[in-house]
DNA sequence: CTGTTAGCGCTTTCAT
DNA sequence: ATGAAAGCGCTAACAG
């Protein structure tokens, strides 16, 4: 009990009301344009909120009527430049709507991704975006009951869930074609972490290109990583260190190929003189790597963008829809012709 | 299924009551563990909490009590490796105390900056944490009456302000002393924007380093960059144009050293072997560059984890403390002797 | 120990 | 066109 009583704390619209000598109805009106009300009382309200500097208090609002203007956010780890490059398009895809968003975490992990997106229910988010969750789509649709959710990588379409799935065969398909093409025939892939459906489906994509160019899938240079950096450098060093005979590598992600490409430096063996190296993600940074990296490029910010406006409309109690890019390969340096 | 005969939505405290056979404050008692309570009523009440499915409001709550337990984030670029890696400090420091965040972003304009936080008042926020900003000082002092504010980059210290400065000047010094002592004499220096106080403090690090050894100040090696990698690789390929003599540089932050060394890659000179190169920041992709990036290291992790500790302390009426370690310079592997 | 009674600040019938 | 009154879901006196 030590502060009360004393500056102009937040003012209500109660306070409003009384110093334009009218109603708490008739502010509220005004602020909502609910119903027409006389210039003149108008014109008080207004200038008893600039004077005031009042705001409605949005906790009240939001109980009242039910609408928090917030949604919630599920990425699996706040300072990765995936997540951060599709949050930018979550921000993008608010902007000028009111709503704010509460960001959480699930750290790859099903139960604190539950968890969290339990968190935001509470709140009264009024809805959800998941990214890469790792929960069952029967736990997601569960959810999806009490308030909407869109989510990334996976094939939901119900009223009040949506999914949006990248296809991740494909993509691992293009890059590793794109190596063959360049005369490629000893390919290298370190894959994503093995409980993973994205690295799984990477992986499928890699053996068929090959299949497909009639080329042997040797286990030996499948080498497996989780997605960071120091997974794709160690992977390189397996590599070397059983004596392997490669002329490319196929990294499934970017931040994989960052490390391998390290491993690579710390060799001594040059990109792509020597080795050539594929991506999978097309990062922000990875236009600035040295050599800029050749990868599979997915529209990470545009899949935050239209993910974000899919949600607002399924709040706004319209249907569900929305397309993303698909997956492209984006040639820089880090791929050339076998000689 | 648990909710079939009951009201639409998600169940409240009065229903929880009402099953359970006790009045609305038994519960709120139990839930808050403000009362003792008898166990058969407590039992009762938890069977039916777990039956019910119930999660109290938190937007009823907060607006009774006078707490949201939400704090704001105002960043200036949700996708920069810098602030992301800070808001896992962030992250990490609200970790079990119940309180969630929601982000903004100022976009480096004092006025949507202003706005932002205007926004995150009228919510309720129970503090505020200002990354980078660039409202002036007053202004900040001016919100932090109405809700506490922490914010990096400035030196406050009132009872509802606090501020964690960096000590630019010396970071910079840091830096162009190492490529001194390593017989460096013509440094380049790639800096921030111009209007900018930690550019500025960056700047004139470099010049006292230069002075202390003597050493002229070439206003031709200095060249404007804006903190982006693209800035950083103009910038060198500006110097070249210009036909500047120097065996090193010093980029301003590591993004724009990134954009430095693709542009000397580009021209075929190697680094270190040729030119030496330091950033500033120490980002966690820093490590993984080729090759590995020199630089001043800002500890981003702990600034927001301390600043986060330090804001949830005034939050709870204690003294606002705290303390980030300082800067440090990393060696490791874009500098070496000049021959 | 526990129920009753007021609100927190705002919106929304329902009258007028 | 406008005010009075009734809550949204929860907590906090204030009695028992």
Redesign the interface.
Known sequence: M?DSSR?PG?STLMDVARQAGVSPSTVSRILNGTAKVSDDKRQAVLKAIEAMNF??????Q??KKGR?M?IGIVVQ?????FF??T??GV?DGLKGTGF??????GHWNADEEAERI??L????VDGIILLSGRMADDTVLNFST?RPIVSTGRALKTRTALGFKMDNEYGAYLAVHHLIELGHRHIAFISGPSNNADADERLAGYKRALQEASLPVDENLIVEGNYH?ASGMLAMNRLFDTHQHFTAVFAANDLSA??A??AL?RKGIRVPDDISLVGFDDL??S??????LTTIRQPLYDIGRIATQALLRIINGEAACGEVPPLELIVRETTRRVR
């Open positions: 030590a500056s937040p705001a409605p208090n949005q906790m009240a939001g109980l928090s917030t780890d706040i300072s990765s430049p951060d490059e949050l930018r921000d704010a968003s509460v960001i959480v975490s339990r968190l229910l509470a709140r009264k009490q950096e960052y490390g490409r390290l430096y922000p940074g236009s600035y790597t040295t050599p800029p």
